[in-house]
């Protein structure tokens, strides 16, 4: 066995060694060139002058990636994605500026008033201005800085954070998510381009939600996207992802990781609002968003919950999932997920169940319109030391129309007999009789159904930060607009 | 002006065709309370929906002017932001939206419509607890899901609440009264009572005459088989408490 191990070791190390200086890379280019292959990935590396046991990370992970094949086992069909015909660097863009706001796609402008997001947000989302010239970004950086830090947590990019806090990194980079989880994790293994990290020493409550700081500076990271958060014991943190504005992208394929690691005691809320463009009503256009997501409960009695609202995207595969390793720690799933048009979304969680009196909750509430495809997939998987382990399992479906589709596949895997799973499904339309009495109020068709499906997803919303909740309300209404009649 | 003027009203179903209303005649004047009696299935809710501009019934003849608008021709929520009010024989579910919720988007968008600034959330708690207290409805009715849970007669209340808070021009109310146990009755009597003004009308639905004995109602109206086959006042509900449907139904077959 330790031979094996050891010859795997010398085989990847003759490979590194061979490729380390096959290939001259151009580091003054802004751009590295299409497709995928190791010079690409070490143009990425040397771009973000990562140390050497970052690019060696990335190389093992390409390595393996070469022998993968993409999913099909997800409910979801699309036009396969050509990985050689993808830009993996460019430097960012400078959006291109517009004068004022009546030159930007009018429609695009409707969506941001319904939402009711301020004016001066408005200009920043739509590329009219820079941030800058709105907010003094520096300074407002600056302020939550310095406040942060004051509480010892650490809030920066992941590159920033690779060359700064290299021994966190490296403890806890793809120890959630190894570098072999999936086709789509491992592919952003290898090519990832930033995304946030997180820290909160022991016994901190993070200060303010990491939200707040995110929507200002929220700068395109790009379709890899890479998430660490680090929550060690007694710490608690929220932090949201995303944006209730409707955002386009020239990128079709996401490919996100997103990874968290809760110690003893501690708390993650993860909250996201996931708004990509959708494409039009064939769905063309629309962007693939394949995300991994997964918590760690490392500590006894750690908590991590999930909270998303998905309404974008042409194609959804995502699966955020709690791994509960500690005793009594508790994993918790929330989820609204609307498809409309030819949206197609499969999405759920895993919820492993490896401490004793672990406990997981998930609550899925699935609405599809027009001929959109919506599905949950989850599991609840109970491992033979969960002693007294608990689940419970809500999942509505509403469908609006009769020619969008909902389903629901449970998987339950448990070896503990004092395990206690509990799984409910229900399917439900909106009726006629709703709409009718919702008429008969005055409300308009828009407003009944967009009524009538917030208190379907009552119980998720509630779960969404405060700042958030009226917005995502608002947004949900809206990703139904049209649906009936 | 009459309020509400229906001429030879006929409405069929629209997926079978089947005629339901067959020539309704009926003119309520602003002030005026009317009650429809009628038996089983003679067509009472019917009028009642076609009215508020459900769908799934066609209207094949006739007409109906609210003021000086042609009904027919504004959609379900024009109708109701107009001032048509219908309370349900059996008001509907909408689970997860709290009755308060429910209530100011209606109210609200009420106001929009005619042009009014929208209320604020402190503005509408304050006007819908003072309503809700002359029905006896607590705090907590109004919290949970709109009529998810509620019994028949606290279903048939939160009805008048909502009536009460919308100020409608024109009310119909389709057996509100049934399923209302005696102190509810009367409940709900004084707050249609309280509604009653010279500029609002009334169209009560009813099976009982002892309803009409707390709402004392301006004219009354036998339905059946599609049609109203006899007016007159307040008398003519207490000939068919006694005698029963028999001559109407008689006619009809
Ligand atoms: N959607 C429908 N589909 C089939 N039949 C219908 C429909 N709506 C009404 N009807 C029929 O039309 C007739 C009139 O119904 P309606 O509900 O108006 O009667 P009603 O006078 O209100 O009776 P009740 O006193 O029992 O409430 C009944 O025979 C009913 O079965
Ligand atoms: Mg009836």
Redesign the interface.
């Given at each position: 066995m330790a031979a094996t191990v050891e010859t795997i070791e010398q085989v990847e190390q003759l490979g590194t060694e061979k490729y380390k200086y096959g290939f001259v890379t151009d580091i003054e280019s802004e751009m590295a060139p299409k497709g995928l292959s190791e010079e690409v990935i070490r143009f990425i590396s040397a771009k973000k002058e990562e140390p050497e046991w970052m690019l060696e990370w990335r190389l093992k992970a390409y390595e393996h990636f070469k022998t993968m094949e993409e999913p099909d086992w997800a409910k979801v069909e699309y036009t396969p994605i050509d990985l050689s015909d993808i830009y993996y660097y460019a430097a960012p863009k400078v959006k291109e500026k517009l004068n004022s706001l009546d030159e930007v796609d009018p429609e695009l402008l409707r969506t941001y008033e319904k939402l009711g997001i301020p004016l001066k947000e408005q200009e920043i989302l739509a590329g009219v201005v820079a941030v800058d010239a709105v907010f003094d970004s520096v300074s407002v950086a600056t302020t939550y800085r310095k406040k942060l830090a004051e509480y010892g947590v650490i809030f920066c990019s992941i590159s920033e954070a690779i060359k700064e806090h290299p021994e966190l990194v490296k403890k806890y980079l793809g120890s959630v998510v190894p570098y072999s989880d999936n086709y789509f994790a491992t592919l952003n293994c290898a090519v990832f381009t930033d995304g946030s990290f997180v820290y909160i020493p022991k016994g901190v409550r993070c200060p303010m939600e990491l939200s707040t700081y995110f929507r200002i500076n929220a700068e395109n990271t790009g379709q890899f996207e890479r998430t660490l958060i680090i929550a060690e014991e007694g710490s608690y943190v929220s932090y949201l992802e995303g944006c209730t504005a409707p955002q386009r992208d020239e990128n079709q394929l996401h490919a996100a990781v997103v990874e968290l690691v809760a110690m003893k005691e501690a708390e993650i809320k993860y909250s996201t609002v996931q708004n990509w463009y959708p494409g039009d009503e064939t769905g063309a256009g629309g962007i693939y968003n394949f995300v991994t997501k997964r918590g760690a409960c490392r500590g006894d009695s750690s908590k991590i919950s999930w909270t998303q609202v998905e309404t974008g995207s042409a194609v959804t595969w995502k699966y955020p999932s709690c791994i509960l390793q500690g005793d009594n720690s508790v994993g918790e799933f929330y989820s609204v997920a609307i498809t409309n048009n030819a949206q197609q979304a499969d999405t759920g969680t895993k919820m492993v169940h490896i401490g004793k009196n672990t406990k997981s909750t998930i609550i899925s509430k699935g609405i599809s319109a027009g001929k959109a495809d919506n599905t949950y997939r989850g599991l609840v998987k109970v491992l033979p030391g969960a002693e007294g382990a608990r689940n419970y399992t809500q999942c509505d479906s509403l469908l609006i129309g009769d020619q969008c589709g909902a389903h629901t596949v449970p998987y339950i895997e448990s070896r503990n007999p004092s395990a206690r799973i509990e799984h409910e499904a229900t399917t439900s339309k909106i009726?006629?009789?709703?709409l009718?009495?919702?008429?008969?109020?005055?409300?308009?068709?828009e407003?009944s159904v967009s009524?009538?499906v917030?208190?379907?997803?009552?119980?998720v919303m509630k779960e969404l930060p405060m700042e958030f909740a009226v917005e995502a309300q608002k947004l949900i209404g809206i990703s139904l607009e049209g649906s009936v009649g | 002006m009459a309020l509400l003027e229906i001429k030879n009203l006929h409405a069929s179903l629209e997926e079978e065709g089947k005629e339901i209303l067959k020539g309704i005649d009926l003119v309520i004047q602003p002030g005026e309370v009317h009650a429809i009696m009628g038996p089983n299935g003679s067509g009472k809710s019917t009028l009642s929906y076609v009215l508020?501009?459900?769908?799934?019934y066609e209207v094949t003849e006739g007409e109906v002017t609210f003021g000086d608008k042609d009904l027919l021709e504004l959609?379900?929520?024009e109708r109701?932001?107009e001032g048509v009010?219908?309370a349900?024989q059996y008001?509907?579910?909408?689970?997860?939206?709290p009755g308060m919720?429910?209530?100011r988007?209606?109210l609200n968008?009420?106001r929009k419509?005619h042009g009014e600034e929208e209320l604020d959330a402190m503005q509408f708690l304050k006007l819908v607890r003072e309503k809700a207290k002359s029905l006896e409805m607590g705090d907590d009715m109004l919290k949970r899901?709109v009529n998810v849970g509620f019994s028949g007669g606290e279903k048939k209340r939160n009805e008048i609440l909502?009536m009460a808070v919308?100020e409608p021009t024109l009310c119909v109310l389709d057996e509100t009264d049934s399923g209302l146990d005696i102190d509810a009755l009367k409940i709900v009597a004084d707050g249609v009572n309280a509604l009653r003004n010279e500029n609002r009308g009334m169209l009560l639905i009813t099976h009982y005459q002892r309803l009409l004995d707390y709402i004392q109602p301006d004219f009354v109206h036998v339905m059946a088989a599609g049609k109203i086959q006899r007016s007159g006042g307040k008398e003519l509900a207490l000939e068919l408490e006694e005698k029963g449907y028999a001559d109407f139904t008689g006619k009809a077959a």
């Open positions: 009726s006629e009789d709703q009718f009495y919702c008429a008969q109020r005055g409300l308009s068709e407003d009524i009538i917030n208190g379907f997803c009552k119980e | 508020a501009g459900r769908d799934g959609e379900a929520n109701a932001n009010f219908l349900f008001p509907v579910e909408i689970p997860g939206v919720t429910f209530l988007e209606a968008s009420k419509y899901a909502q919308l």
